[in-house]
């Protein structure tokens, strides 16, 4: 238990990982509460070692400062600190831009970008940090000194990574913007000197053709016409967006001001943050021109543009690379920001360098890899020569045939005779069942599997915390608010739904509750009918929501404002792993997660096929 507790999010999911734990090992599980006392007891000598690193951590002069001034009034948005902090970022507007900036410095202002708690596992610190987020204010002056101490550093720290992150995803949205829009006027651009030029070459056309002048008047007319055509080579209509973009120097000059508080490391080579170092020092001191000898890398594509003659210009258009080269910098981890949860440095990211070495062969072991690569990669050649054999096979008895430009091309599928024995049993069985209310199913499932213990990590103390879940889970579930659930149904308070709203927000309660339904849908046979359940598919699918959500992304087939939720579903027909996603971003990030999540909690370990 004392190893759990370090993980556990709360003291009632540590007594139930200790019921589960006794149950699985066949050991008599003790009484409820001598099993609780015991559980109290370790949790509380964890919460004294957080303390006790957060004392370390943070200066008493520090949490004596964050606690003061989170009850204070915010000076522009009429509520207090902790409420302001507390309000999620909207749209990737300016306005919302220049609000995330002012809170992450305000909370560097506390402080928080100094403290190391990674020792704390960053679910555990959400956890705290959430407790804060469903109190209010006025609720958390009530709390113990200790419990207010840890929640509300927590509560600081997690909320200054996740609007790092906020800050940094809004302004890459805001520079695709600022590209998008420069590349659209370099296009009209384009159009417009097109049919300038053909208008030109009329009028010199008509000029030559007039015959009642001399040659030389026509050759002054025709220059004449020409007076206004630039002699410059062309450009491609890359070079072009950028030069436009270029003179789009106030906005671009507006987003790395922000920036340059959130203090950018990289690699030592990387172009874009030494020219971003550069243009900050060009800034303090007031400069408006890149100086000639300024020596710092650029790339090929920008070097005419900032090597060039007009040095407000090249000062504009080194503005303009470096922007776009943090985006590029960032996205694939040259450049990190400390104090961020997704842009931080790669090496954070992955499993410490003293815990590798000294268990490398353990995972290897566990994941069946050898110690070097000629073996894997020799398994895999032989699986691909395996492969290829069989596809000769198939090649030679028709069923696959290539083409004369090289592309493999499938014989057709003959359409199998229709079986009207699935149909026929599936209406049989709807008909046994008959017409049943979702409310009846609800509290039948929870008899058979007890997921409702599991969203409230203990048994509810009577029916209407009971009725108060189920009403939660129908308000999550669904696009009714907290008031039109109650509304439907007798007795219940909107207050008590928004409570245990509260409760399913949790990390990881859903999951959990879930795989019991999952589990109790495994065993019955008919499910055998269907798949073995160590196969499974996954795809994402389209959910509408507000375009004010910041990950809303415009859904490229219905034109309308979305989401993506990614679902990994067994032959079986359960419902195994979800995560919301970004729409129109690789997938093979969460695919990849969710085979491994289920994997981990299963002692039959199954591969996925993804479809």
């Not at 207090?80 to 609000?99: F, G, I, M, Q």
């Not at 992955?350 to 050898?370: F, H, N, T, V």
Request: glycine share 6%; proline share 4%.
């Amino acid at each position: 238990m004392r190893q759990d507790a370090i993980e556990s999010l709360t003291l009632d999911e540590l007594v139930q990982h200790a019921h589960c734990w006794l149950y699985e090992r066949r050991f008599l599980i003790p009484a409820e509460r001598k099993l609780r006392d015991l559980g109290r007891s370790i949790w509380s000598d964890v919460e004294r070692g957080l303390l006790a690193l957060i004392k370390a951590t943070v200066t008493k002069a520090q949490l004596v400062h964050a606690d003061s001034v989170l009850s204070a009034q915010h000076g522009t948005s009429g509520m207090r600190v902790l409420e302001w902090l507390k309000t999620p970022p909207a749209r990737h507007s300016p306005s919302t831009l220049t609000e995330t900036h002012m809170k992450v410095r305000f909370l560097k202002e506390l402080g928080a970008h100094t403290w190391i708690l990674d020792a704390v596992p960053i679910e555990k610190q959400r956890a705290y940090a959430q407790r804060i987020q469903a109190r209010r204010p006025a609720k958390v002056r009530e709390l113990k000194e200790s419990t207010r101490t840890i929640e509300l550093i927590f509560f600081l720290r997690v909320t200054l990574l996740e609007l790092t992150d906020s800050l940094l995803y809004q302004t890459g949205r805001r520079v695709s913007d600022l590209v998008r829009q420069a590349y659209d006027r370099t296009t009209v651009r384009q159009a417009r000197s097109a049919v300038e030029y053909r208008q030109q070459l009329v009028a010199i056309k008509a000029l030559v053709q007039y015959n009642k002048r001399t040659v030389q008047e026509r050759l002054d007319d025709i220059g004449k016409v020409l007076e206004d055509f630039v002699d410059k080579p062309p450009a491609s209509h890359a070079a072009s967006v950028r030069e436009t973009l270029t003179n789009d120097h106030h906005r671009i000059r507006n987003l790395l001001g922000p920036l340059r508080e959130l203090g950018f490391v990289g690699r030592e080579a990387e172009p874009s943050l030494r020219q971003f170092e550069l243009i900050s020092a060009l800034h303090d001191s007031g400069a408006s021109e890149l100086p000639p000898d300024s020596d710092v890398p650029v790339s090929a594509a920008w070097s005419d543009l900032i090597k060039g003659g007009d040095r407000v210009q090249a000062l504009r258009a080194l503005e303009a690379s470096a922007i776009t080269g943090l985006r590029k910098g960032l996205r694939r981890g040259s450049v990190w920001v400390n104090h961020s949860l997704s842009f931080r440095e790669r090496d954070q990211l992955l499993i410490p360098s003293a815990q590798w070495e000294g268990d490398r062969d353990r995972y290897r072991s566990l994941l069946g890899l050898p110690g070097t690569a000629a073996p894997f990669l020799e398994r895999l050649t032989e699986h691909l020569k395996v492969g290829l054999a069989a596809l000769e096979e198939a090649r030679e008895a028709g069923r696959v045939m290539i083409g004369t430009d090289g592309v493999m091309h499938l014989s057709a599928i003959e359409a199998l005779p229709p079986d009207g024995i699935p149909k026929r049993t599936r209406d049989l069985i709807f008909k046994q069942i008959g017409a049943v209310q979702f409310a009846d199913m609800l509290t039948e499932m929870d008899a058979h599997t007890g997921f409702s213990e599991v969203l409230r990590s203990r048994k509810a103390r009577d029916a209407n915390e009971l009725v108060s879940l189920y009403a939660a889970l129908i308000a999550h579930g669904t696009e009714m608010e907290v008031k039109n659930v109650a509304a439907i149904i007798p007795k219940l308070d909107p207050a008590h739904i928004s409570t245990a709203m509260r409760l399913l927000e949790m990390p990881g309660r859903l999951p959990r509750a879930n795989d019991r339904v999952v589990e109790f849908q495994r065993t019955h046979p008919i499910t055998e009918l269907w798949g073995t359940g160590r196969q499974a598919s996954s795809d994402s699918m389209s959910l509408d929501t507000s375009r004010h959500l910041f990950y809303a992304r415009v859904d490229p087939r219905r034109r309308t404002h979305a989401v993506g939720m990614y679902t990994h579903v067994l032959d079986q027909h359960g419902i195994v792993y979800n995560q919301p996603i970004v729409l129109n971003e690789r997938q093979a990030g969460v695919a990849i997660e969710g085979v491994i999540r289920h994997n981990v909690n299963r002692d039959d370990v199954g591969c996925c096929d993804f479809r």
